[in-house]
């Protein structure tokens, strides 16, 4: 698969590479989907956590 990257991530990914850390822009790319991956099952997480919360205010709620 053949991307195309802004500058701008060019240069956070040759910065990163730099750090000793990865060993080449598919490490890092790849160490950044997996944090993506994380990020969005946490996100998901949260939201019904956040609704059953508020399910729950509801109920109170309706009981006075």
Do not use: C, F, H
């Amino acid at each position: 698969m053949n991307i195309q990257i802004k500058p701008e991530l060019e240069e956070i990914i040759q910065a990163q590479i730099a750090t000793g850390r990865y060993a080449n822009a598919e490490d890092v790319i790849s160490k950044a989907l997996k944090l993506l991956l994380e990020w969005e099952k946490g996100y998901q997480n949260w939201v019904e956590e956040t609704r059953e919360k508020v399910d729950v205010a509801i109920e109170q709620l309706d009981r006075g």
